[in-house]
């Protein structure tokens, strides 16, 4: 009975196959690695640098936010405060990788060292570590906490 309209099979299985509604969703949202960076960063051509080594650590994920969202610990890129709202948060392994779905849009990332938040880039704009998250893809991100490095 259930062969008996083969045409049937072939039309579902053509259907799961051409058109992408029928498919599995790609995930969207963010992905990559927490690099702790410290020492001399400073090139040389006596001292080969030590690739930075992958961290265990939670990520903050902000809605975009702007130096002027933020209570800045003097003139270093720690933060007190951030005025924008906490999207998600996620842990990496020990190797540093994480992996967090988002909706697309725009978002700023960051770390904590004791109570204070820490982001060390901005874009042109003063938004504070951007991110953009694209539909259906995964964006490839790597954080670096370099607040004990010197360059």
């Known amino acids: ?47 080969k640098l030590t690739p930075p080594k992958g961290m265990a650590a939670t990520l903050y994920v902000y809605e975009l936010t702007n130096l002027s969202q933020l209570s800045r610990v003097s003139e270093t890129p720690f933060y007190s405060d951030i005025k924008t709202r906490l999207v ?25 060292k004791d109570d204070q938040f820490y982001a060390n880039y901005f874009d042109g704009q003063n938004n504070v570590a951007p991110v953009k998250v694209s539909p259906g893809k995964m964006t490839q991100v790597n954080v670096n906490v370099d607040y004990d490095a010197s360059y």
Do not use: C, H
Not at 97 to 111: K, R
């Open 1 to 47: 009975m259930l062969f008996k309209k083969p045409f049937i099979w072939i039309a579902v299985l053509l259907a799961v196959m051409l058109f992408p509604a029928f498919r599995q969703p790609k995930r969207t949202g963010i992905e990559g690695y927490i690099f702790k960076v410290s020492g001399n960063r400073m090139p040389s051509p006596d001292v």
């Open 88 to 112: 998600k948060t996620t842990q990496s392994d020990a190797s540093g990788y994480f992996s967090v779905s988002l909706p697309p849009g725009q978002y700023s990332l960051f770390t904590k």
